[in-house]
């Protein structure tokens, strides 16, 4: 069974150019999470949708993040305008039965 | 509110050496209790779990018994290898599939 499949794995951008992360979760999980992972720091989530809904996105920063699963399986995650603090790890993971799984997530360098 | 509280790293052991990594959490209900492993470059991937009290999470010589009394986690291994370097994460989950993580410990294993 294939995992959490993420893409890219690597993204350099200048600041203030828009970018954008994509998410297949496990087939069969209807929940799906984006979490963002700074150096030496544990995940903090941005969404969690359940099937198409987001049902908790209160730590995400709706002026320039954006999310979307339109069709309750795969995820975009946008950023626009990219600011230097935005460079981190953003990993992508599904649940089934409260068991997470993580995809390799994707490194984003701002410059 | 819910939350999780790992000791502090890095930890440097020698191979074959004991190893202890200390979680303690706070939640209001009765929540299942993770730990992750990440690798460099890598996702989290999940070591083991336990869902209620008394239970012991096992995997791969790793061993964590869920603890309600002392509201705690630790995650114990008789002899740790060089491969086992990495970051480990304790994590809790009740209810509404909202996940709490640890802000991570870095275990360096010397040969």
């Known amino acids: 069974e294939a995992g959490v499949v993420q893409s890219p794995r690597y ?3 200048e600041k203030k150019q828009p970018v954008a992360f994509w998410c297949n979760p496990i087939s069969g999980h209807n929940t799906l999470y984006w979490y963002l ?3 030496g720091q544990g995940p903090e989530l941005l ?5 198409e809904e987001a049902v908790d996105d209160s730590q995400l920063p709706k002026d320039r993040f ?3 699963r339109l069709k309750g399986v795969d995820s975009t995650l946008k950023i626009q305008p990219a600011e230097l603090g935005d460079s981190a790890v953003y990993l992508c993971a599904s649940s089934s039965a409260h068991e997470q799984f993580f995809g390799p997530g994707t490194r984003l360098t701002v410059l | 509110g819910d939350s999780v509280t790992q000791m502090e790293g890095p930890v ?8 202890t990594i200390n ?3 706070t939640a209001t209900g009765y929540p299942s209790l993770f730990w992750y492993v990440q690798y460099p470059g890598e996702g989290l991937q ?6 209620k009290a008394d239970d012991k999470g096992s995997n791969k010589g790793f061993e964590a018994t869920y603890r309600k009394e002392t509201t705690s986690f630790h995650l114990e291994k008789g002899s740790v290898q060089v491969s086992d370097s990495a970051v480990y994460f304790c994590a809790l989950v009740w209810g509404f599939n909202k996940f709490y993580f640890g802000s991570g410990t870095k275990l360096n294993v010397k040969p």
Do not use: D, G, P
């Open chain 2, 46 to 51: 999940l070591l083991l779990k336990a869902t």
């Open chain 1, 47 to 51: 969404i969690r949708y359940e099937n």
């Open chain 2, 12 to 19: 440097t052991l020698s191979e074959e050496a004991f190893l």
């Open chain 1, 11 to 13: 993204k350099i951008i």
């Open chain 2, 23 to 25: 979680c303690t959490y």
């Open chain 1, 66 to 68: 954006s999310a979307e």
């Open chain 1, 37 to 39: 992972q700074n150096l």
